[in-house]
């Protein structure tokens, strides 16, 4: 086993954020605080086409902070969908509320916004209307965003976008981090951009901008002494890794092209019976964040840990799909509507190596491991 190891979507830096993180450094902006942090927002508001950015530690305090300003409180409820990374269900636990998880559409592995509809319709009849709704961008694709809002504004309730993976997807044109009343960024070490660390809240409401940025130090309020009249956060991001974000956005073209290419190639070398990928809805464009397949034993002779245990013989790191909230030990006393096809996606879904410095060499390793024996 001499190859290098290939992984599933390792932070790909350059020379460009090596310059600014050291001029940074350099300029002794080494604070949560600094031009480089304001420049980073500006930089990704206008890249999604929102007001405000407040850039945080990480996508899941945006989340928390998104919730607050939505009012989840103690006792609520959220819907949010099964099929995702724990980071959006606990963000509800933060607060004392309780998540209902929805489950997925084969479409598009996102929410289905039909399931949406009818709890918010059922839940209504009721008289027990959730305090918000979540929304994940899974894999770098938009949910559906036209039926989401209908039914959301039909009652009132606040939509919140969960678009940590999703940074450059659109839908209907429109960017995602864009929906709702607020839109979350991830820039975790494994996302289409990375600040090593870190996330950011989207959102064209001046008082939920505010808020958050209120909250995330420590709610100070603007007087010379130390004054607090509520209970705040430690939540803002570092300038300096705002300096590495403000390089990674500069090549988040480039670094989509690339993904889009091993997207492109995967699915042309593994077009094989028992094998699909994930569909790409008509509605938008992905970002292409990690190419995904369900792998149908029968036809294709080998189940998905046979396809793991091959790719990781050969050295390459590949991961079965979310597991769902639904089927999660921390979450099994939590309601939830449906939960077959999220359970299905995790038991047959494969997540292929999609970082952005992947060589032709790299997905052809990939794909020879993927169809050996
Ligand atoms: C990565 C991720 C998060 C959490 O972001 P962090 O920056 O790691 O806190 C939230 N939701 C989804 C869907 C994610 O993939």
């Known amino acids: 086993m001499t190859d290098t190891r290939i992984y599933l979507s390792p932070p790909d830096v350059s020379d460009v954020e090596r310059k600014l993180l050291l001029a940074a450094f350099d300029a002794n902006w080494v604070a949560p605080v600094g031009p480089d942090l304001d420049a980073f927002e500006s930089q990704v508001a206008e890249l999604v086409g929102v007001p405000h950015a407040v850039a945080l530690a990480s996508g899941t305090a945006a989340l ?8 989840v409180r103690r006792g609520d409820t959220v819907l949010v969908p099964s099929f995702t990374f724990a980071a959006t269900a606990n963000a509800v636990m933060y607060l004392g509320a309780r998540p209902v ?10 929410v289905d916004p039909a399931l949406v509809a009818e709890e918010l319709r059922a839940r209504n ?26 039914a959301c504004d039909r009652y009132g309730v606040p939509l919140i976008e969960d678009a940590a993976e999703a940074l450059g997807a659109t839908y209907h044109g429109r960017p995602a981090g864009s929906f709702g009343l607020a839109g979350v960024l991830s820039f975790n070490g494994n996302k289409i951009i990375t600040t090593g660390g870190g996330g950011m809240l989207l959102t064209g409401d001046d008082r939920v901008a505010r808020q958050a940025r209120h909250l995330a130090t420590q709610a100070r309020e603007p007087v010379p002494h130390y004054e607090h009249r509520t209970v705040g956060y430690n939540y803002r991001l570092s300038n300096l890794l705002a300096a590495v974000g403000r390089g990674q956005v500069q090549r988040l073209g480039e670094m989509i092209a690339c993904r889009r290419e091993t997207a492109r190639y995967y699915r042309q070398a593994l077009d094989l019976p028992g094998l699909t990928f994930m569909p790409v809805a008509g ?23 046979t396809v793991l245990a091959r790719l990781a013989r050969h050295n390459i790191e590949a991961r079965p799909a979310w597991k769902p909230m639904h089927l999660q030990p921390a979450f099994h006393d939590c309601p939830r509507r449906g939960g077959a096809v999220s359970a ?18 790299d997905r052809e390793r990939v794909v020879s491991a993927v169809r050996e024996g």
Do not use: K
């Not at 929805?102 to 592995?109: G, K, M, Q």
């Open 64 to 71: 928390h902070l998104a919730l607050v300003a939505a009012g």
């Open 125 to 150: 009849a009721r008289g027990r209307l959730p305090r918000a709704v979540i929304a994940v961008d899974m894999y770098g694709q938009c949910a559906d965003y036209r039926p989401l809002l209908d």
């Open 344 to 361: 299905d996606l995790f038991h047959r879904g494969v997540c292929l190596p999609s970082g952005s410095a992947l060589t032709d060499h």
């Open 101 to 110: 998880f929805l489950d997925s559409t084969p479409e598009s592995w996102n």
């Open 283 to 305: 509605y938008g464009r992905p970002n292409w964040w990690l190419t995904c397949l369900l792998v149908d034993p029968d036809e294709f002779g080998a189940d998905r840990d």
